[in-house]
Structures are given as structure tokens and as C-alpha cells.
């Protein structure tokens, strides 16, 4: 979607205080784009002259029914934006989940049902609130003006966009030139997110790179209702534990923000050391020039080792406490020299002899019998330290200590 009528020079009404260009600034830190800068800015000013606090939207449909790190990132600078005085209004979109988002698709995404998506949201505000201020939050779900809507109001709405514009976004233009079908129901999601905006006047909307279509097209409507246009705010996607791909559930290469403190410290201290820095922008509440200092002790000479522990330290006090933080680096530094942290999980299991792959899924040491048994094929399986390299063993009853990888371990009572 083309920008150029955008007016980037708009006249900024209100004085242009130091708060303004410290909120100017806020808003800017680690993210990929701004649009319009000029405008916001003059939103910031006349919020400031006027004592009247921004609405900031930012919409997450419950795809599944946790929050990783990832997800954080526009969450951080919802808080940093809520900490200025401005009200944060997280959206939760039971509506747009069963239509299901096509960013970044090169197939139609399988719709949810209500009862998958009524468990999933469940989860996320109780999460997102380890974030945000939970008291000046306000939460709504998009099927308050979505449902209502009905037939004829869906076929109005769809009235105001053209389908050459649709097509302006990449992942449908290469599916239609590649002869890949587009399901008419998806050019429906970034039209209902769109309205959104207009629901709720928002005049900043936030979200991931690859939503940048969505929240133009949420702009672009503000201004078909006759209401200010909101501005748009993308972050970085944040890059997953392997390094190459955005963080995702289905990569497995996520850190879950209601994961076990030693979980979560082992999997940030697993990082490289470049990626370091990305987390420490986009995740840590600390001041750019102390990061910049940071990265320039480590060319001078010191150990990045000492920084990824206080990143990591940093984000588990977050999301569990300080107390937690400390015994999860204690159990990191006790696993590098091979030993076994002090408070691994007791389980009890019914059901011997029973295989190794369906021992470690009910065990919760792996999500599906498959990967477990691709851990056995990588020799990231150990029983009471000895490595299983036996795809097909079936393992007696007993008490013994499973460990998989470097940081997950049980203690497994079999009957």
C-alpha cells in the first residue's frame, strides 16, 4: 500500500516539549517503522498540551493457548507507552481468530473453532498481564462490534476496499500468480481488523512486521468513517533460539513466558552471542546507552557470557521473581558441570513396560511421541545418565532420573 498522499509534513499544532520528544523517542526504540512520524508526533503533543491520553491498540488472535517472548516484544512497548500515561486497550480477537490471519501464508490457514478459541483466550490476558499494568489495561474482544455487524453490515463494510488493493499485499499477489487458491472469507481479515480501529478510535495501532498490511488497512478505513488515522508502530520479529527463523511454537525454537524459571534462564543463556544484542533491545527494559556500553566492553575484551546471564536473569525475574532467577542460574551453572538441579519434577507413572517415545510425552519431557523419539535418534535422551540410543526400548518399572537435552529433566516413578 502506496504511501505517497501521505502528508509527512503535517503542521504540529501544540509546543514541542522536552516530555514529547522523550515520548518520541520511547516510541521509536527498537522498532522497525513509524508511520507517519510527523503525525505522531503531533498526536504526542497535543496529548501532552491537552492532558488527554493516546489510545493505543494492539489486537493478538488466541492461536494457541500461550504467550512466547516473541509475542512480548509489542507487549514491552504497549508497557513503555502505558508508562507514559496513555491507555493500552488489548485486543483479544475471538472474531478475527475464526476467519484466521493469512500474513505471511502461502495457503489458507485453517479456521478455529469457538470452543478452541474460548480455551486459548483464556490464557492470554492472565499472560499479558505479567507485561502490562493489568489495572490500566483495557482489555475488549472484537466480537463486541464484529457480530453485530450481521450480513449486510460485513458487505457495507467491504464496499469501502477494492480487490486490486487486496492484491497490492505480497503473500496474496504470489499465491495469485502462483495459481495457489485465496479463499474469499481472507480478504475478510484485514478488512474486520481494520474496523477494529475504527471501534475503537485508536490512534496508534502496534504490531509485527508482518502485519504492516493489516494496520494500513485499519488507517485507511479511520479515514472512510471520518475519524483521525490512526498511526502505525511495527516491531521486529523477534528471532527464535536457533537463531534463523521468528520465534514460533511450531520451530520449537520458543521461549514461553510461563515456562519454568531454569527452563526459560537455560534456553536465553542458549542464544549466540549476536543474537544477544537483538534480545537485549527488543526485550530488556534497559537504557539503549547502557546496552551500548555493554557491546562495547565485549569488544574490549570482556566475557558476552556475563551479559547474557544478566539478560537472561533480567527476563526470568520478569516473568517469575527474583529468588527464581537466582536458583535457575545456580541449576545453569550446576548442569554445566554435569550435575542434576536440586528441584527437577516427580513423576508418577502407571502403564510398565511402556516405550520411550510415549514415557517422555507423558512425562511432559517432549510435546509428541515423534519428537521424543528424534531426541532418542540425536542422543539427547539420558536414564539415570546412561544415553538411550535404542529407538525401540520399553522401559520397566522403577524410579530413575530422565533427562533430555540439557535442560530438562524428571524424576519418573513407572508401575
Same mark, same amino acid.
Not at 488493493?165 to 472469507?185: A, C, N, Q, W
Not at 532467577?325 to 511402556?354: Q, V, Y
Not at 529407538?391 to 524424576?411: D, H, I, N, P, Y
Given at each position: 500500500?502506496?504511501?505517497?498522499?501521505?502528508?509527512?509534513?503535517?503542521?504540529?499544532?501544540?509546543?514541542?516539549?522536552?516530555?514529547?520528544?522523550?515520548?518520541? %523517542?520511547?516510541?521509536?526504540?527498537?522498532? @522497525?517503522?513509524?508511520?507517519?512520524?510527523?503525525?505522531?508526533?503531533?498526536?504526542?503533543?497535543?496529548?501532552?498540551?491537552?492532558?488527554?491520553?493516546?489510545?493505543?491498540?494492539?489486537?493478538? @488472535?488466541?492461536?494457541?493457548?500461550?504467550?512466547?517472548?516473541?509475542?512480548?516484544?509489542?507487549?514491552?512497548?504497549?508497557? +513503555?507507552?502505558? @508508562?507514559?500515561?496513555?491507555?493500552?486497550?488489548?485486543?483479544?480477537?475471538?472474531?478475527?481468530?475464526?476467519?484466521?490471519?493469512?500474513?505471511?501464508?502461502?495457503? &489458507?490457514?485453517?479456521?478455529?473453532?469457538?470452543?478452541?478459541? !474460548?480455551?486459548?483466550?483464556?490464557?492470554?490476558?492472565? +499472560?499479558?498481564?505479567?507485561?502490562?499494568?493489568?489495572?490500566?489495561?483495557?482489555?475488549? #474482544?472484537?466480537?463486541?462490534?464484529?457480530?453485530?455487524?450481521?450480513?449486510?453490515?460485513?458487505?457495507?463494510?467491504?464496499?469501502? #476496499?477494492?480487490?486490486?488493493?487486496?492484491?497490492?499485499?505480497?503473500?496474496?499477489?504470489?499465491?495469485?500468480?502462483?495459481?495457489?487458491?485465496?479463499?474469499?472469507?481472507?480478504?475478510? #481479515? $484485514?478488512?474486520?481488523?481494520?474496523?477494529?480501529?475504527?471501534?475503537?478510535?485508536?490512534?496508534?495501532?502496534?504490531?509485527?512486521?508482518?502485519?504492516?498490511? =493489516?494496520?494500513?488497512?485499519?488507517?485507511?478505513?479511520?479515514?472512510?468513517?471520518?475519524?483521525?488515522?490512526?498511526?502505525?508502530?511495527?516491531?521486529?520479529?523477534?528471532?527464535? &533460539?536457533?537463531?534463523?527463523?521468528?520465534?514460533?511454537?511450531?520451530?520449537?525454537?520458543?521461549?514461553?513466558?510461563?515456562? !519454568?524459571?531454569?527452563?526459560?534462564?537455560?534456553?536465553?543463556?542458549?542464544?549466540?552471542?549476536? /543474537?544477544?544484542?537483538? #534480545?537485549? &533491545?527488543? /526485550?530488556?527494559?534497559?537504557?539503549?546507552?547502557?546496552?551500548?556500553?555493554?557491546? +562495547?566492553?565485549?569488544?574490549?575484551?570482556?566475557?558476552?557470557?556475563?551479559?547474557?546471564?544478566? *539478560?537472561? +536473569? %533480567?527476563?526470568?525475574?520478569?516473568?517469575?521473581?527474583?529468588?527464581?532467577?537466582?536458583?535457575?542460574?545456580?541449576?545453569? =551453572?550446576?548442569?554445566?558441570?554435569?550435575?542434576?538441579?536440586?528441584?527437577? $519434577?516427580?513423576?508418577? *507413572?502407571?502403564?510398565?513396560?511402556?516405550?520411550?517415545?510415549? /514415557?517422555?510425552?507423558? !512425562?511432559?519431557?517432549?510435546?509428541?511421541?515423534?519428537?521424543?523419539?528424534?531426541?532418542?535418534?540425536?542422543?539427547?535422551?539420558?536414564?539415570?545418565?546412561?544415553?538411550?540410543?535404542?529407538?525401540?526400548?520399553?522401559?520397566?518399572?522403577?524410579?530413575?532420573?530422565?533427562?533430555?537435552?540439557?535442560?530438562?529433566?524428571?524424576?519418573?516413578?513407572?508401575?
Amino acid at each position: 500500500m502506496s504511501l505517497a498522499n501521505e502528508n509527512k509534513t503535517e503542521q504540529v499544532k501544540y509546543p514541542i516539549t522536552d516530555r514529547v520528544l522523550e515520548a518520541m %523517542e520511547v516510541s521509536k526504540r527498537g522498532c @522497525d517503522e513509524l508511520l507517519v512520524e510527523a503525525e505522531w508526533l503531533g498526536k504526542l503533543a497535543r496529548s501532552e498540551a491537552t492532558k488527554t491520553p493516546l489510545r493505543v491498540k494492539l489486537g493478538l @488472535d488466541p492461536t494457541a493457548p500461550d504467550i512466547h517472548l516473541g509475542h512480548t516484544v509489542v507487549l514491552n512497548k504497549m508497557r +513503555q507507552l502505558q @508508562d507514559l500515561g496513555h491507555t493500552v486497550i488489548f485486543l483479544i480477537g475471538d472474531f478475527t481468530s475464526m476467519i484466521g490471519d493469512p500474513s505471511g501464508r502461502n495457503a &489458507t490457514r485453517p479456521p478455529l473453532t469457538k470452543e478452541e478459541i !474460548a480455551v486459548n483466550a483464556q490464557t492470554y490476558y492472565q +499472560q499479558a498481564s505479567l507485561v502490562l499494568d493489568s489495572s490500566k489495561t483495557e482489555v475488549r #474482544y472484537n466480537s463486541e462490534w464484529c457480530d453485530p455487524l450481521g450480513a449486510r453490515g460485513i458487505i457495507q463494510l467491504a464496499a469501502k #476496499y477494492t480487490v486490486a488493493r487486496m492484491l497490492e499485499r505480497d503473500d496474496f499477489t504470489k499465491r495469485y500468480k502462483g495459481g495457489i487458491p485465496i479463499s474469499v472469507h481472507e480478504f475478510l #481479515y $484485514p478488512l474486520m481488523q481494520g474496523y477494529d480501529s475504527v471501534a475503537l478510535k485508536s490512534d496508534l495501532e502496534l504490531g509485527g512486521t508482518d502485519q504492516k498490511f =493489516n494496520l494500513l488497512v485499519g488507517r485507511e478505513l479511520q479515514k472512510e468513517y471520518s475519524q483521525e488515522a490512526q498511526c502505525i508502530l511495527t516491531m521486529p520479529l523477534l528471532v527464535g &533460539t536457533d537463531g534463523v527463523d521468528k520465534m514460533s511454537k511450531s520451530k520449537n525454537n520458543y521461549i514461553g513466558i510461563s515456562e !519454568a524459571s531454569s527452563e526459560m534462564f537455560g534456553k536465553l543463556m542458549s542464544i549466540s552471542d549476536e /543474537l544477544m544484542w537483538s #534480545y537485549f &533491545t527488543l /526485550l530488556s527494559f534497559k537504557p539503549l546507552a547502557e546496552i551500548a556500553k555493554m557491546k +562495547q566492553e565485549v569488544l574490549s575484551g570482556r566475557n558476552p557470557r556475563d551479559f547474557k546471564v544478566a *539478560l537472561a +536473569q %533480567e527476563i526470568v525475574s520478569r516473568f517469575h521473581d527474583a529468588g527464581a532467577s537466582e536458583k535457575a542460574l545456580e541449576d545453569f =551453572n550446576h548442569r554445566a558441570k554435569g550435575g542434576i538441579p536440586d528441584d527437577i $519434577p516427580e513423576i508418577t *507413572l502407571m502403564g510398565a513396560p511402556i516405550g520411550i517415545g510415549q /514415557l517422555l510425552k507423558q !512425562a511432559n519431557l517432549a510435546s509428541s511421541s515423534s519428537e521424543a523419539l528424534r531426541n532418542v535418534e540425536q542422543g539427547g535422551v539420558k536414564i539415570d545418565g546412561a544415553t538411550v540410543s535404542d529407538k525401540a526400548l520399553k522401559v520397566e518399572a522403577g524410579t530413575f532420573v530422565v533427562q533430555v537435552g540439557k535442560r530438562k529433566f524428571a524424576k519418573i516413578t513407572l508401575s
